[in-house]
């Protein structure tokens, strides 16, 4: 069965500009996070969604913001871009929200910001 | 809230040599560990998880690891590396059911 798709794979944006990335989970599987990989700080937890609903949100400012949709498939998003939002954003699904069931992951969105 | 130390930012080894990649955890709760890896230019991938029983857990490549309680750590282990185990290793945590907390990475570097 397919894997996690995340679009697109490699974006270029201005400071200030608003960007949205997409993640479609694996067919089946509920619940979407989010992740900023850095080389500095490595994966930061950014948002859990399940069921179009957040259950849990991270550290990070109200610049970032997110939704799923009713076919599990979920978008995030970040206004006003910083040079230090220049990042690989991951999305793992799994089947629901207990950690046993697994996360699958993506492999990423790249966004540079310039 | 939990939390993952991972103390080597980046860990050199010889070919066919053992290496192990260091983890420790804090959490006021029983925890799920996990150790993931991550191949350039590509997500992570599950290597190996505890969630309950038997202490020692194994991949299918030969990585093993070790939840020890009163130390509050999940070393990650492997007796002879390859090349092909040149990847970042990530070490994760979970307080039943929430989310997964990672480390900052550990990149394995394998040496000829």
């Known amino acids: 069965k397919a894997g996690v798709t995340q679009t697109p794979r490699y974006l270029i944006k201005t400071r200030g500009q608003q960007v949205t990335l997409s993640c479609s989970p694996i067919?089946?599987?509920?619940?979407v996070s989010w992740y900023q990989q850095t080389p500095g700080q490595g994966l930061q937890f950014l948002f859990e969604?399940?069921?179009?609903?957040?259950?849990n949100k991270g550290n990070f400012p109200g610049r970032f913001s997110g939704r799923q949709f009713s076919n599990s498939r979920s978008e995030m998003n970040v206004s006003t871009l910083e040079l230090g939002d220049s990042a690989l954003y991951l999305c793992?699904?799994?089947?629901?929200?207990?950690?046993?069931?697994?996360?699958?992951f993506g492999s990423g969105t790249r966004l540079t910001v310039v | 809230a939990q939390s993952v130390t991972q103390l080597d930012s980046q860990v050199p080894v010889f070919e066919e040599a053992p290496v192990e990649l260091r983890c420790n955890y804090s959490?006021?709760?029983?925890?799920?560990l996990f150790w993931y890896v991550q191949y350039p230019n590509q997500g992570l991938q599950l290597l190996l998880k505890?969630?309950?029983?038997?202490?020692l857990v194994e991949s299918i490549n030969g990585f093993e690891a070790e939840f020890n309680k009163s130390q509050t750590s999940f070393h990650l282990r492997k007796p002879s590396v390859h090349i092909s185990d040149t990847a970042e290793y990530f070490c994760?945590?979970?307080?039943?059911?929430?989310?997964?907390?990672f480390g900052k990475g550990t990149r394995l570097h394998i040496l000829p």
């Open positions: 793992a699904s799994s089947l629901d929200v207990r950690v046993l069931s697994g996360y699958t």
């Open positions: 067919s089946g599987h509920r619940s």
């Open positions: 969604y399940f069921s179009e609903t957040q259950r």
């Open positions: 959490s006021s709760v029983s925890v799920y």
């Open positions: 505890y969630l309950s029983g038997s202490t």
């Open positions: 994760a945590v979970s307080e039943r059911d929430d989310k997964i907390i």
